[in-house]
């Protein structure tokens, strides 16, 4: 299984562009990338999946380079309820069930 | 509205005492899973199961057990074999067979180990 690494943290102000990157230099030729949203106290909300190039929804956009060894997902103008930890995960389906890793995530803190 | 519930949402046990978390999902959805969170950690998987009547464990499946009698449903049951119980307890569920499969989370449940 691919394992991924992301910033322990980062910090940012409401209205401004955050862009979390993701490095996964073993991803295999049939994984998706996915990130996931999490609040103290709840369970992880899927934010956006993509194989390669772009991948954009309402919520966020998803940068995959051509090479696929890492990933960024970016979050158009935060606002201070997008402070959540924020995970990113290769998806792994190899016939007997999917397989992930979870990370540590990063924290993103949002200020006024 | 579809989901996934867990329950109960706070739980207490002694030392030395089983404990069954319940998962009901009303998606759906053929495979389901356990995860544990502990303070300032990601997730790791316990079990997992994608049919009926069969189950797989995960990365840290000692201590713990599972069944899969029905298809909504996957308890938890926490025995006093686990070191260290104490934790915040997700259940997922997810479609079968889709190799971009979203997994959907309940709202967990936190266990404390008096």
């Known amino acids: 299984l691919a394992k991924t690494t992301q910033p322990i943290s980062m910090d940012s102000y409401e209205g401004q562009e955050v862009n979390i990157t993701c490095s996964h230099n073993?991803?295999?030729?049939?994984?998706?990338i996915t990130w996931y949203q999490q609040f103290p106290s709840q369970g992880p909300r899927f934010i956006i999946q993509?194989?390669?190039t772009k991948v954009t929804n309402e919520v966020a956009s998803l940068f995959i380079p051509a090479d696929r060894k890492s990933s960024t997902l970016s979050l158009p103008r935060v606002s201070l309820s997008d402070t959540a930890v924020y995970y990113c995960l290769v998806f792994t389906y190899d016939g007997g069930g999917f397989k992930t890793i979870f990370g540590a995530g990063t924290r993103l803190f949002v200020k006024a | 509205d579809g989901g996934i519930t867990q329950s109960p949402k706070y739980l207490f046990r002694k030392e030395g005492q089983n404990v069954t978390l319940s998962c009901e999902q009303n998606?759906?959805?053929?495979?389901m899973y356990w995860y544990r969170q502990d303070p300032g950690q990601g997730l790791r998987l316990i079990y997992y199961s994608q049919i009926v009547n069969d189950f797989q464990k995960g990365d840290i499946a000692e201590g713990y057990s599972v069944s899969r009698e029905k298809k909504e449903s996957f308890p938890l049951t926490v025995t006093s074999a686990q070191k260290n119980p104490t934790a915040f307890y997700l259940c997922?569920?997810?479609?079968?067979?889709?190799?971009?499969?979203?997994?959907?989370f309940g709202e967990g449940s936190r266990l404390t180990v008096l």
């Open positions: 998606l759906n959805h053929d495979a």
């Open positions: 073993n991803i295999a030729t049939n994984d998706y």
């Open positions: 993509g194989y390669k």
């Open positions: 997922a569920s997810s479609i079968r067979g889709s190799p971009t499969g979203e997994l959907f």
